[in-house]
């Protein structure tokens, strides 16, 4: 077995796992993809460019209650080498990226934007990239994963 970091051979390459799903999920996604485009144009002219709502506070407290468990999720399945790393840290990279752009757009301008942006550039952007790392490194985390439970 080789060590974690070392470029995967021609034959590891053969035994790692690849998903394959159904032909009808792939047009459905391919569909939703092509929908999401006029979707997106009805609502950029449709939608007011100012809401005010209830529960604004629920919804970002709820958020980040969400984001830590994502976190917590993804250091235990770190801890465990556990074969869920991969997944979750795809699931933390995305809220993370969420949050830097909800942070930013939902922001009132002037120092508050400013805030949110540095929050973004130094913290919720860079946790996003490592995990985004983790999951572009998943041949490797696999590799060494599920060959050892192959023994």
């Known amino acids: 077995m080789r060590e974690l970091g070392e470029p995967l051979v021609k034959e590891e390459l053969e035994d790692t796992i690849r998903v394959r799903p159904a032909r009808w999920v792939t047009l459905l996604l391919g ?11 009805y609502l950029t002219f449709t939608l007011p460019s100012r809401h005010v709502t209830f529960h604004y506070d629920l919804a970002w407290v709820g958020f980040d209650v969400a984001l ?6 993804t250091t235990i399945a770190a801890i465990r080498r556990s074969h869920w790393l ?10 993370l990226v969420c949050d ?10 002037g120092g508050e934007m400013w805030e949110a942006v540095a929050e973004a550039v130094f913290a919720e952007l860079p946790l996003a990239a490592l995990c985004g790392f983790i999951v572009y490194d998943a041949e490797t985390f696999l590799a060494a994963t599920v060959n050892r439970f192959r023994r």
Do not use: E, N
Request: charged letters at 5%; proline letters at 5%; glycine letters at 6%.
């Open 31 to 41: 569909l939703v993809a092509i929908a999401m485009v006029p979707w997106a144009l």
């Open 68 to 73: 830590a468990c994502a976190f917590a999720a």
């Open 86 to 95: 991969v997944p979750l840290a795809a699931v933390t990279g995305t809220m």
């Open 100 to 109: 830097a752009w909800f942070d930013i757009v939902t922001s009132r301008g």
